[in-house]
């Protein structure tokens, strides 16, 4: 409950809560008020946790302004001590103890940190490899990673311990209750101390060599032809991973190169050998020589330390044809070359007008959708199942008819929820759902509540079953959702042209309530859907005839992905294969 009501707030006012209960805390403490001290304690440390857990930009705020951690847990500790003077009134031999016990944790918790960054610094994470044996590679001594996370001012936490302690002692006017806590936090503190600074000790005049001499020599033992370079954050990560697969097939020497360290962890699993250097002058003093094709999935700022090698085609492949204003990118005007799916990839940047010449553009399909089925369901034993797979928010605040979450998303799952014959429904919002848009996050939420009141499984890893389902993780993956989906309701987005491929109904939402030719005109991946307007008035209609196999859009569909996504005859895969053949001549 405190937990809900905390998150209802807002960023400022969150961190300006956690303040007020900390300051509450302190003039309790200093008065003797015993009930409101403990009150106001119990708040800090919940609230602690929670605006760790779940607000970040709260944390963010607090640190800015000068009010971190270390200097809370400080106002806690002082806190304490003051409610122990004023309440047990101990001698001055006791009052002396009682101010050097949380001294101590806190003296040892800076001296722990300063030594374990020291440990850091024998250990440069210049290069993070996988799928590569660089060798033998001589390190210093590391200290378990549980101690090294809790060195510094986390580790001063432990004197959490004093707040119920004192909260006893003052109750029961006795001083010994907070003596043993205090002696606790302290042989606490220590052990992780001495387990840093025995590590420490043991690593003196050793440490490790950048990682980069050994990647040099990797990659001029290799020889990779195809680099795959990706620049982008952790939540953008499924913008790589879905060319990896058709990377690992081209049978050629290929790498994947990667600049931060959160995205590394996060990439899908891969034979591919991957390659990150977070550093931009670390990643410059690499020699890329053999390299004769350099694939980026997205435009970031990021990409300047790949694009300055002169030695190899820069190309453009993104991460899936559009009709949204971020497929047509002016930016795209820096690669060598743009590779779209198919006719209306390049009529899109001929329309925009951004700079991207039409000589510079190939058409190769999507060398993705091996996997997507084009025929019918693949299972009769489930019920008829609709995938609704809204977009996100986008980067533009003004722009309220980016996604139908927001407008359309609740009367789109409640009319599926309720429609009968029952169907199945499967909700994979976009991964970056919610991160700029509070409302959207709002109704992303109420729409998973109304698919858990409905029996769904809202945390789903599997399309096994007949529940209704929430999939938000990296699997069940997008196009095995495909597999599996009799009828997609979707936004503007390159869902609906992957979803082509399997020439299966598609809807398409109208939040802005366009006429339907504009629509259309507008947005010509929509050729061959149903539009949905705003009050979903259509749904329950839509459901029924294709339900029914009385499509009338069959024909539309077929011309449109040959559109879309080049003719049904071309083999996307070989198509990939043939232009990095080209680049690599």
């Known amino acids: 409950m405190f937990g809900t009501l905390f998150q209802r707030l807002g960023v400022a006012a969150r961190g300006a809560l956690l303040l007020l209960f900390y300051l509450v805390m302190l003039v309790a403490g200093a008065l003797g008020g015993v009930v409101v001290y403990a009150l106001a304690g119990f708040a800090a440390v919940v609230g602690e946790y929670v605006v760790d857990r779940w607000s970040a930009p709260s944390v963010t705020l607090l640190e800015k302004v000068g009010l971190g951690r270390a200097y809370r847990q400080l106002t806690r500790d002082l806190a304490t001590v003051l409610l122990v003077i004023a309440t047990v009134r101990p001698d001055a031999p006791q009052t002396l103890v009682v101010m050097v016990l949380p001294a101590l944790v806190w003296v040892i918790s800076i001296f722990a940190g300063a030594l374990s960054k020291m440990i850091d610094r024998r250990n440069p994470v210049s290069a993070l490899v996988r ?54 936090a302290v042989l606490a503190t220590a052990v992780v101390g001495l387990i840093i600074a025995i590590t420490w000790l043991r690593g003196r005049g050793t440490g490790q060599p950048s990682l980069l001499p050994a990647v040099q020599a990797w990659l001029d033992t290799y020889r990779p032809e195809v680099a795959f370079y990706f620049a982008g954050p952790a939540k953008d990560v499924y913008q790589a991973n879905m060319w990896l697969a058709p990377t690992e097939a081209l049978g050629r020497p290929a790498v994947v190169l990667m600049r931060s360290r959160e995205a590394f962890k996060e990439l899908a699993d891969t034979r591919l050998p991957v390659i990150c250097v977070p550093a931009g002058v670390d990643f410059m003093n690499l020699e890329f020589g053999s390299v004769r094709a350099a694939l980026y999935a997205a435009n970031v700022g990021a990409n300047i330390h790949m694009l300055r090698e002169p030695g190899m085609k820069h190309v453009f492949v993104g991460h899936g044809d559009s009709d949204k204003q971020a497929s047509v990118n002016p930016y795209s005007k820096v690669y060598d070359e743009v590779w779209v799916a198919g006719l209306a990839g390049r009529e899109r940047y001929a329309r925009a007008g951004v700079g991207v010449l039409d000589a510079d553009i190939t058409e190769i399909g999507r060398p993705q959708l091996a996997g997507v089925h084009t025929f019918g369901a693949e299972s009769v034993d489930r019920p008829f199942t609709v995938l609704y797979a809204p977009t996100w928010e986008g980067w533009l605040d003004d722009d309220p008819y980016h996604t139908s979450l927001v407008l359309m998303g609740e009367r789109i799952v409640a009319g599926l929820l309720a429609t009968t014959p029952a169907v199945r429904l499967v909700y994979k919002p976009h991964p970056l759902t919610g991160t700029r848009s509070k409302e959207a996050k709002a109704v992303h939420q109420r729409v998973v509540e109304r698919i858990r009141a409905a029996g769904g499984d809202t945390d789903a890893t599997s399309l096994d079953g007949t529940r209704h389902l929430v999939v938000t993780g990296r699997t069940p993956a997008l196009f095995d959702c495909f597999n599996q989906t009799d009828l997609l309701i979707s936004d503007v987005s390159s869902v609906v042209s992957d979803f082509v491929q399997s020439q299966r109904p598609y809807v398409v939402a109208n939040p802005g309530g366009l006429s339907e030719d504009e629509f259309r005109r507008d947005y010509p991946t929509s050729r061959a859907a149903y539009l949905l307007s705003r009050d979903c008035g259509e749904l329950e209609k839509i459901v029924a005839v294709t339900r029914a196999g009385d499509d009338p859009m069959t024909e539309a569909r077929r011309e449109l992905k040959t559109y879309l996504l080049g003719p049904a005859e071309a083999n996307p895969m070989d198509r990939f294969r043939e232009e990095i053949a080209r680049l690599c001549r």
């Open 131 to 184: 799928n590569i044996d660089l060798g033998p590679v001589r390190s210093a001594p590391r200290p378990p990673e549980w101690s090294a996370q809790l060195a510094g001012d986390r580790l001063a936490f432990t004197n959490v311990l004093l707040v119920p302690a004192a909260v006893v002692a003052a109750l029961s006017d006795d001083i010994v209750p907070v003596l043993v806590a205090g002696a606790v």
